[in-house]
């Protein structure tokens, strides 16, 4: 073998080991950087130019970023419920806290408290104090259901307020993928893996997962489209638009569209899904039962409080409430201002008689409610077990997908994650053959030497 083929060899060792070297470097660096895959260098041998058969050494085949796509699929996959159900939990618990039951100053109380004040006043109809409680006990009762009616819309107003942050940031992530297709491309067409490139992108990638449910397809020139029910959010090296049109008749919240043409984004999951679902269905159901069960209310006590006869023993036909439902309702301000309105009475000319209050009373056991079979108590029961059984299946499926993707977050780092312990191994392995490489060009120096002083 020539001095020369073996110098050569030598010097292309060194430089593979060097770079073998820079990327064990790397990887250790990057030990803590989230979204990072360690890189591994792959050395293959260099044929022979002639016809000797001696190999002419080393060279660098690859760089190959440590990645499973199948683990980031079923992260991503898994990420899209995640998302849905941690905005369904977040919403509810707000409805849950809200409500605030079992509490003395809850719905359910006081409108015990205002039907007991009904039953404290039958049976003293000529006292002014009773009166005044049966007053302060309905508007109580208003208070605390207009304050559930607020809470309910600051709710879906907090959901319509994330969903304008949520689709904001993926139109910036899908806006950063097109950036950095359009640089995997570019670095890839040198014969560079692109490497950390594709990272920063796999992590923007992971976080638009977790806000809507995407699809993605990976193509041979390194760049990725992502969809979104069927339409391009990311072609190539080009990003759409998604845009929050006001809708007007839905309370001014936001209809999410594509801005190309104005259709409907559908997306019917990860955070954007799950804050239509609670904006648009769940909490406005919520809002329809708790206003059933108020307009019942109002209902039921002016029927029976326009039927009977004010302390005047003439006065009749006055309504106890104003308003239709929870949003509105309040004590009649004819009553609040005279309390001789109150109806105490159910037949005229008898100031003491307290039949129409008792009467009033016992529609506390009335069942009014769901076609004739449930009292009010029972009604609001219903739809406490109803938001308690929601709030648990969506925390528990919550935590239950956090779960499943904390484990393949681990699965992943085993095999994409960087282990210092085998980084120093690689590190060894690469320097010994660094060494080598060294030793061998020393020693062809000397043969040299030894060569011209021969010849000298």
């Given at each position: 073998m020539a001095i020369s083929i073996g110098l050569n060899s030598a010097v292309q060792s060194l430089l593979a080991h060097q770079q073998a070297m820079d990327a064990v470097t790397h990887n250790i660096a990057n030990v803590n950087t989230p979204g990072y895959s360690r890189q591994r260098i792959h050395l293959g041998a260099v044929a022979p130019a002639g016809s000797s058969g001696v190999g002419q050494g080393v060279e660098v085949l690859s760089v190959e970023r440590v990645r499973d796509l199948f683990i980031d699929f079923q992260i991503r996959s898994q990420s899209h419920s995640a998302g849905d159900y941690s905005a369904r939990a977040d919403s509810l618990n707000l409805v849950e806290l809200a409500f605030g039951e079992p509490s003395d100053n809850g719905l359910r109380a006081v409108l015990g408290q205002f039907?007991?004040?009904?039953?404290?006043?039958?049976?003293?109809?000529?006292?002014s104090a009773a009166r005044s409680a049966v007053v302060q006990a309905g508007e109580t009762v208003a208070f605390v259901?207009?304050?559930?009616?607020?809470?309910?819309?600051?709710?879906?107003?907090?959901?319509?307020?994330?969903?304008?942050?949520?689709?904001?940031?993926?139109?910036d992530l899908a806006k950063q993928v097109a950036a950095l297709n359009q640089s995997i491309i570019e670095v890839r067409a040198t014969g560079d893996?692109?490497?950390?490139?594709?990272?920063?992108?796999?992590?923007?990638?992971?976080?638009?997962?977790?806000?809507?449910?995407l699809r993605t397809i990976q193509h041979d020139d390194g760049h990725v489209d992502v969809f979104i029910g069927g339409r391009s959010l990311v072609q190539g090296v080009k990003a759409s638009e998604i845009d929050l049109v006001i809708n007007p008749l839905n309370q001014n919240f936001y209809d999410v569209q594509w801005a190309q043409d104005g259709a409907t984004v559908a997306s019917q999951s990860g955070e954007v899904?799950?804050?239509?679902?609670?904006?648009?269905?769940?909490?406005?159901?919520?809002?329809?039962?708790?206003?059933?069960?108020?307009?019942?209310?109002?209902?039921?006590?002016?029927?029976?409080?326009?039927?009977?006869?004010?302390?005047?023993?003439?006065?009749?036909?006055?309504?106890?409430?104003?308003?239709?439902?929870?949003?509105?309702i309040a004590v009649n301000a004819a009553v609040s201002g005279d309390l001789g309105l109150v109806a105490a009475a159910s037949a005229g000319g008898a100031p003491g008689d307290g039949s129409g209050a008792l009467a009033l009373a016992d529609l506390q056991r009335a069942t009014n409610l769901t076609g004739g079979s449930q009292t009010y108590e029972a009604y609001f029961n219903g739809m406490l077990t109803r938001l308690g059984v929601s709030v648990r299946d969506a925390s528990g499926t919550s935590q239950a997908q956090a779960a499943t993707i904390a484990h393949l977050d681990q699965l992943r780092a085993s095999v994409s994650g960087v282990s210092l312990d085998e980084e120093m191994v690689a590190m060894v392995q690469y320097q010994k053959g660094y060494e080598a490489a060294a030793k061998v060009i020393s020693t062809i120096d000397d043969m040299i030497e030894q060569l011209f002083a021969m010849v000298g």
């Open positions: 039907f007991n004040a009904w039953r404290d006043l039958s049976n003293a109809p000529e006292q259901a207009q304050r559930l009616a607020t809470s309910m819309s600051e709710i879906r107003a907090d959901a319509n307020t994330r969903l304008e942050a949520s689709v904001g940031e993926i139109n893996p692109a490497a950390d490139l594709t990272d920063k992108r796999d992590l923007a990638l992971d976080r638009l997962s977790q806000l809507t449910d899904g799950g804050l239509l679902h609670q904006r648009d269905t769940d909490l406005p159901a919520r809002m329809a039962d708790l206003n059933t069960l108020v307009a019942q209310v109002i209902t039921d006590v002016n029927a029976v409080h326009a039927a009977g006869f004010g302390q005047d023993g003439v006065t009749t036909g006055t309504a106890f409430f104003t308003g239709t439902d929870a949003t509105d």
